[in-house]
Structure formats: structure tokens, C-alpha cells
């Protein structure tokens, strides 16, 4: 759901029949996984945001509970894609997804009983820029080529045809 001051009331009353969902609000307009916020409720995620000085659009997702996990973490694709409304790429007119792309594992493992709050932010995102303080010594979330994904079968034939899915509905929204 995309939520800005002027609309977050709105979009909030009409999501209101989703209870016993967790949710994972991200603000668009930040990067490095700066504010992004873990909500047991809606009731938390509307009282954060009634407390918060709203700067511009945020995201308010459903978080998927029962994650796919390697070594018992969390993880997401990355892929470029180059979007063209020029000339003719491949046999896609306005699209090029390059054939590798890297993924990224949650620096801590997820556990499904532990509690789901920003205190505990790094079992649940992946992104790339979290860190983590280890006897003194500051890690990064490791990137890992796709080449390299333990289920190459679940790659190829599932993956990337999602993946392509969701860029062709992004492009068609584009248009």
C-alpha cells in the first residue's frame, strides 16, 4: 500500500479488516534500510505513523510469514533489468533483464517465534547495507552471485519467470 499524509487515514480504514497480520513499513524516499519499521498490528503501524512526522510516500506491506529460507535466513533477489522505450533489446521490445543477477541472506537466522520488532530487524531484511557489530568487527550482508543459488532448478524454472512477470506488469503499468 502506498501511504503519503495525504492519504494514510484512508488506506489504513480500508486495509482494516487484515488483522493478525504482521507488517513492514519502508519509506521510498531512503535507502540502506534507514526507517523501515516491523509491526506486530495494524493498531502499532497506525499509531506510528499518527506519532511520526510523515516525510513523503511510504510502503506498508504484508510480511510474509512463512519465508523460504537458505541456512536458515532469510533472502532476496537482486536482477538488472535495463528498460528501453528506444529501440528493439533482444526479442522483448522494452526489456533486458541480464541473465545473473546476486542474492542476498539475512546477516541473522530467522526465527519464527522471536520477537518481530525493529529490535530484531536484522532476521528479516536483506538488504545490503544492514550491519552488524561482531566481536568489534563490522560485516555486511554477503551478496551472492545466482549462479551460486542451492537450487538452481527452483531458480530457472520458477524464479526468474515470476521475476519476469513482475517486470513485464511494471513496464505494462508504465505505459
Known sequence: YNLNIRNYDEVLSNIKNKKNKKWILKPSMTN????????????????????????????????????????????????????????????????????????????????????????NIRSHLTNEHLQILNQNITKNITQIATTQFPDQKLLNNIIINQVDKIIDKTIEGML
Open 32 to 119: 540502506n534500510g534507514d526507517d523501515i519499521h516491523l509491526f506486530n498490528s495494524l493498531d502499532l503501524a497506525k499509531k506510528h505513523l499518527k506519532n511520526s512526522n510523515l516525510q513523503g510516500p511510504q510502503v506498508l506491506q504484508d510480511y510474509i510469514q512463512n519465508p523460504s529460507l537458505i541456512n536458515n535466513r532469510k533472502y532476496t533477489f537482486r536482477f538488472f533489468v535495463i528498460l528501453n522505450n528506444y529501440h528493439k533489446i533482444s526479442e522483448n521490445k522494452y526489456k533486458h533483464r541480464y541473465k545473473h543477477g546476486y542474492y542476498n541472506l539475512c546477516v541473522n537466522k530467522y526465527d519464527p517465534k522471536a520477537e518481530f520488532n525493529d529490535n
